[in-house]
């Protein structure tokens, strides 16, 4: 079956960076678009980036537009998201989500990563 | 753009219906079939429910099921049971290159 398992989040100062990575079993990777969805403490989710199965369109939120970097290898079946700049209230549950074509849902979801900014 | 607009808190008692709104835009949810809707349980990763609108995954209850309407969105969970307590997102895509979520809801079994 599906599965997601999101690594890299924890606890990173204001201003630095972090890499999160997404590591996919279960299905063929290559074939599908990926979504980062975030969601703060206590908060509702919220949508940060996708990219498209052959990698070649990449669209975020304005959030985190020119801060974030969505990409994938499909030789490790891996989706990152390099998040540089970190603000405050970047600190969330990072989570990752199969895309189900058209930018239409997001179809499988990891169990997510957690990150928080703080001094 | 700004996030649907869902109420926060809905409730039933079990066996009853509820139905949860999403409103947005003609950019988004009336721009689109492409309505989503997701189910979290405290501490758990969100689960797909109801997608393009009205489809059900494998697996989802048919007691869940989607509607649209113009520019809102409806989830209604028939035969409410304990288990449907949980917080309950819409999602659209809007525009060529970007996604929505609203605020969630709060769905209570009485």
């Known amino acids: 079956q599906v599965q997601l398992v999101e690594s890299g989040g924890g606890v990173v100062q204001p201003g630095r960076s972090l890499r999160l990575s997404c590591v996919a079993s279960?299905?063929?990777?290559?074939?599908?678009?990926m979504h980062w969805v975030r969601q703060a403490p206590g908060k509702g989710l919220e949508w940060v980036a996708v990219?498209?199965?052959?990698?070649?369109?990449?669209y975020y939120a304005d959030s985190v537009k020119g801060r974030f970097t969505i990409s994938r290898d499909d030789s490790k079946n891996t989706l990152y998201l390099q998040m540089i700049n970190l603000r405050a209230e970047d600190t969330a549950v990072y989570y990752c989500?199969?895309?189900?074509?058209?930018?239409?849902?997001?179809?499988?979801w990891g169990q997510g990563t957690l990150v928080t900014v703080s001094s | 753009q700004s996030a649907l607009t869902q109420p926060p808190s809905a409730s039933g008692s079990p066996g009853q219906s509820v139905t949860i709104s999403c409103t947005g835009t003609?950019?988004?949810?009336?721009?689109?079939?492409?309505v989503s809707w997701y189910q979290q349980h405290p501490g758990k990763a969100p689960k797909l429910m109801i997608y393009e609108v009205s489809k059900r995954p494998s697996g989802v209850p048919d007691r869940f099921s989607g509607s649209k309407s113009g520019n809102t969105a409806s989830l209604t969970v028939s035969g409410l049971q304990a288990e449907d307590e949980a917080d309950y997102y819409c999602s659209s895509r809007a525009g060529s290159n970007n996604v929505l979520f609203g605020g969630g809801t709060k769905l209570t079994v009485l």
């Open positions: 279960g299905f063929m990777f290559s074939n599908y678009g």
């Open positions: 989500a199969t895309e189900g074509g058209q930018l239409s849902f997001c179809e499988s």
């Open positions: 990219i498209w199965s052959d990698g070649s369109n990449k």
């Open positions: 003609s950019s988004d949810v009336g721009g689109y079939n492409y």
